[in-house]
């Protein structure tokens, strides 16, 4: 299955280094509105052919040769980084989605979510050793953030996110 341009997910369930989870209320709906829906499978099938997507990416990045050798290892690193950070949005959104579904509807195979699971804490893993080179960029945190803004004073405080949401699977199994 492809791409789905009816899931129409908030566009900012990740911003700017966080991961967004349940806390934010326009995700919670979305996820409620994807099972009511029956659109689980769907929007999950989204997420694994963006990995898809990623892992070809990765193949090319691997076989381009680049005379300047920074670049060329800028190219490769990069793409990796898009690799892991997608698998971390594939594996978390699963168990996140899979979650709901079981609250809502009682159906849900906790096999998979507790595969889920492991490729999230795998790629969390792959993706942080990335930082080792010095060609990464900033990595992403697996909490949210809350954003105040005012005429006297500008905010961002941690709130619970994805990595909130997987714990709360990884505890319910």
């Not at 299955?1 to 990740?14: F, S, V």
């Not at 990416?57 to 990069?78: M, N, P, T």
Request: with cysteine; glycine share 6%; charged share 30%.
């Amino acid at each position: 299955m492809g791409y789905m341009p009816d899931e129409k997910l908030t566009a900012c369930w990740t911003r700017d280094h966080f991961v967004g989870g349940f806390g934010d209320p326009e995700l919670d709906a979305d996820a409620n509105r994807l099972v009511k829906e029956g659109k689980v499978a769907a929007s999950l099938a989204n997420r694994r052919a963006a990995v898809g997507r990623w892992r070809e990416i990765v193949r090319l990045a691997d076989s381009v040769k680049i005379a300047d050798k920074g670049a060329e290892s800028y190219v490769r690193v990069s793409s990796r980084y898009g690799l892991h950070l997608y698998r971390i949005y594939e594996a978390g959104w699963t168990a996140m989605l899979l979650m709901r579904q079981r609250e809502l509807i009682g159906k849900t195979d906790e096999k998979e979510i507790a595969a889920a699971i492991k490729r999230y804490d795998e790629a969390w893993r792959d993706y942080r050793a990335l930082a080792a080179d010095p060609q990464c960029a900033t990595l992403f945190d697996g909490h949210f953030a809350e954003y105040h803004i005012s005429q006297d004073r500008n905010s961002i405080d941690p709130a619970p996110g994805m990595d909130a949401e997987v714990d709360k699977a990884r505890n319910s199994l």
